[in-house]
């Protein structure tokens, strides 16, 4: 690695967390195509001494990569890094080293394509399909959500409670997957503008009220214009700070 470039330096830390910190060096160079199919991968005893860990923290790393889906070992050919339709982009750390080796407003519309895509119909599955029960967890979500944002503390929890409330109650156990991907949205969200919590709020209550009265068209409709709108106000939010 270029010394010169401090981007993916690793930080000093606690001898535990070497490792932790190792994969996330690894992870986001491979991210940003520094590390690409194209070039060899670094030996473990260059890496070691790069990165200040043993070979056996170095080995560790490498499977943890592998098991998301970005690199491969094998005895003949050694290591070397997989095309990026073999990640697991919905991973939770992949998605955050995306995000901080790509521009903002590029994630965010990718990750809101996404989330356009797949949450209104979960919504109006949600509005078909679940029980009393899971109406009322939604309902709860949202409650907490409303007096997070009166007494004006974070309300994050609530709202990753409340979207995957809904993934639960479309009865589809396939998009419980896409939970991560709401998480890091809703997080970086957070992060870019907290404003964002108490203007959308409202938009909150109209999904949940839609799903308790088992409207599905209403549902999607409200669920679509929710993050729609969410989607062009956090553009606008990153155009103007950058």
């Known amino acids: 690695m270029n010394q010169s470039n401090p981007r993916f330096a690793l930080r000093k830390a606690p001898k535990?967390?070497?490792?932790?910190?190792?994969?996330?060096?690894?992870?986001?160079?491979?991210?940003?195509?520094?590390?690409?199919?194209?070039?060899?991968f670094p030996k473990e005893a260059d890496l070691g001494k790069e990165l200040g860990a043993s070979r056996s923290v170095i080995r560790e790393a490498v499977k943890a990569l592998?098991?998301?889906?970005?690199?491969?070992?094998?005895?003949k050919t050694g290591i070397r890094v997989l095309e990026a339709m073999h990640?697991?982009?919905?991973?939770?750390?992949?998605?955050?080293?995306?995000?901080?080796?790509?521009?903002?407003?590029?994630f965010y519309g990718e990750l809101f394509e996404i989330r356009l895509m797949i949450e209104p119909e979960a919504a109006a599955l949600?509005?078909?399909?679940?029980?009393?029960?899971?109406i009322a967890a939604i309902?709860?979500?949202?409650?907490?959500?409303?007096?997070?944002?009166?007494?004006?503390?974070?309300?994050?929890?609530?709202?990753l409670l409340f979207h995957r409330s809904i993934l639960a109650a479309s009865h589809n156990p396939l998009l419980l997957q896409m939970g991560n991907l709401i998480a890091v949205g809703l997080f970086i969200a957070h992060r870019?503008?907290?404003?964002?919590?108490?203007?959308?709020?409202?938009?909150?209550?109209?999904?949940?009220?839609?799903?308790?009265k088992r409207d599905a068209a209403a549902a999607r409709d409200s669920?679509?214009?929710?993050?729609?709108?969410?989607?062009?106000?956090?553009?606008?939010?990153?155009?103007?700070?950058?």
Not at 68 to 75: D, N
Not at 87 to 106: G, K
């Open 87 to 106: 990640w697991n982009l919905l991973d939770t750390l992949v998605l955050d080293w995306r995000y901080s080796t790509m521009p903002q407003a590029q």
């Open 139 to 159: 309902g709860e979500a949202y409650e907490a959500m409303a007096l997070a944002s009166q007494n004006r503390v974070s309300g994050i929890d609530a709202d």
């Open 223 to 242: 669920m679509k214009q929710m993050l729609s709108e969410t989607e062009v106000f956090m553009q606008e939010h990153i155009n103007a700070h950058t």
């Open 126 to 134: 949600a509005a078909k399909r679940s029980t009393a029960q899971e």
């Open 66 to 75: 592998a098991a998301r889906g970005m690199i491969e070992s094998q005895t």
């Open 16 to 40: 535990r967390n070497l490792f932790a910190h190792v994969v996330e060096n690894l992870g986001k160079r491979i991210v940003s195509g520094e590390l690409n199919p194209g070039v060899p």
């Open 192 to 212: 870019i503008s907290s404003e964002s919590f108490a203007v959308f709020l409202p938009k909150h209550k109209l999904v949940y009220e839609s799903i308790r």
